[in-house]
């Protein structure tokens, strides 16, 4: 049966440590300079209709080092911009290629390609889900930390795709989730009810300084994401109590990290001093996309 990752609860727990693992050895054998080839042959298809830097460039090099190769397709190059279904672009890309990487708006895009692939569809981003950047989150935590389990993680700002993602992290491991998001702007609330009804360790608030007491892990992204522009005015006021800052950061504990999935707007969601500061671990979280997406890609098509 072809796997996708379209959300991390495509994943069991034990597959999401065993891929964690696997990135941390792929990390290792990079610094030593002996990656493995094992996808020699292989073809990554990359199709993208949001712009990229760190999700083009992790997957592009991490084929390469895997010894495979990618090509990149916008939705502009392709005849899904003169209306081919889905269904269609699905069926020939599995005859051409071994797996498709998908950034784009909706979820549904990635649901109807799955739907028709005999290949693996990977989730790159939606509006909703970023199962790879919690991958590269997760393995970060356990560079710094040994693990997930039992740690308290807050997220703080926005209830966006990577809030979503952290909460299906938490419906698969055992750790403590707080969310501090303004009124309306909450995470997916059918997540939330999963949560609960799963009586994971999920607590949603508006309050900044309960969600980073006691945690360990402290999470932000930008305050209006891609497709938002047009509300970012509004969203800075709205978002203003949620930065993270020095301030913030001193109801934490001393050994806590900062993570952000970058790009950041600095003076925004986050100061320039946190997020260069001795507490960021933002610059590990971004090179682990490429070490978890490899470990990734060496799971699904090797």
Known sequence: MTRHLLTLLDLTPTEIAALLTRAHELKALQRQGRSPRPLVGRTLAMLFDKPSTRTRVSFEAGMA?????????????TQLSRAEPLSDTARVLSRYVDA??????????????AAHA??????GLTDTHHPCQVLSDLMTVEERFGG????????????????????????????????????????????????????RRVILDQDPVAAVSGAQV?????????????????????????QVNRELLRHAPAEAIVLHCLPAHRGEEITAEVLDGPQSAAWDQAENRLHAQKALLEWLLG
Not at 104 to 112: G, I, K, N, R, S
Not at 118 to 123: D, G, H, R
């Open 100 to 113: 498709v990487v998908v950034r784009t708006f909706a979820q549904q895009m990635l649901e109807d390609l």
């Open 118 to 123: 005999t290949i693996p569809i990977i989730n």
């Open 65 to 77: 080092q895997l010894g495979g190769a990618t090509i990149y397709l916008e939705r502009g190059q």
């Open 218 to 242: 402290i999470n932000t992204d930008v305050w209006a994401s891609m497709g938002q522009e047009g509300e970012a005015e509004r969203r800075k006021e709205v978002f203003r109590p949620y």
């Open 148 to 199: 997930v389990a039992g740690l308290k993680v807050a997220w703080v700002g926005d209830g966006n795709n990577v809030a979503n993602s952290w909460i299906t992290a938490a419906l698969r491991l055992d750790f403590e989730l707080h969310l501090a998001c303004p009124p309306g702007y909450e995470p997916d609330a059918a997540l939330l009810r999963q949560a609960q009804e799963e009586k």
